[in-house]
């Protein structure tokens, strides 16, 4: 099942990836699905077993750029279709299980080439999702469709953050990006 079309409606935060600017992070949406590609991906599964770490369903990471954790199979062709290098590969920045990224801060040091990932159980991380321009490359050519773009989710975000500012009488809220 590839990311659900209204991510994150009926998800609720489950931890943030912060970046060490001290300013952003993202968060990860829970809860995971077992029932998903990287699950039934063979060299997902034989890379977690060489790592000797259990499997285990991890939600989707960031908010108006996310990838569905439990879909991504490391393919990286989103890392390599985004001109502005919003996405990472974690583990080549921390070498540690993915369920233990969340809630870590990253430099965004990782590598943002397609080849570079440190094995099958890496996965793509939007530590820049704040660099987004919008423009879609990485939602077509990811394989199992993990990746879902959207800036309306700003909503999302800014709720779980409680920062939202619902402003009356149609006046816009000046921090929404068109």
Not at 14 to 23: L, P, Y
Not at 83 to 112: C, H, L, M
Request: glycine share 8%; hydrophobic share 35%; with cysteine.
């Amino acid at each position: 099942m590839p990311i659900a079309e209204d991510y994150p409606k009926g998800l609720k935060p489950i931890g943030k990836i912060m970046h060490s600017d001290g300013e952003h992070y993202h968060w990860v949406w829970g809860p995971g699905r077992s029932k998903a590609e990287a699950f039934d991906s063979d060299v997902v599964k034989a890379a977690y077993k060489a790592h000797g770490e259990k499997q285990v369903p991890l939600g989707g990471s960031g908010t108006m750029v996310a990838v569905d954790w439990d879909s991504c199979v490391a393919d990286g062709a989103c890392i390599e279709a985004c001109p502005v290098q919003v996405f990472q590969w974690y583990r080549t920045e921390k070498d540690i299980p993915a369920i233990k990224a969340i809630n870590e801060t990253f430099a965004g040091t990782g590598s943002t080439v397609k080849e570079e990932r440190k094995d099958f159980s890496d996965k793509a991380d939007p530590i820049r999702e704040h660099d987004c321009i919008w423009c879609m490359a990485c939602v077509s050519v990811c394989p199992p469709l993990a990746v879902k773009v959207d800036q309306s989710n700003l909503e999302y975000h800014e709720k779980a953050a409680g920062t939202y500012q619902k402003l009356g009488s149609g006046q816009e809220n000046p921090h929404a990006h068109h």
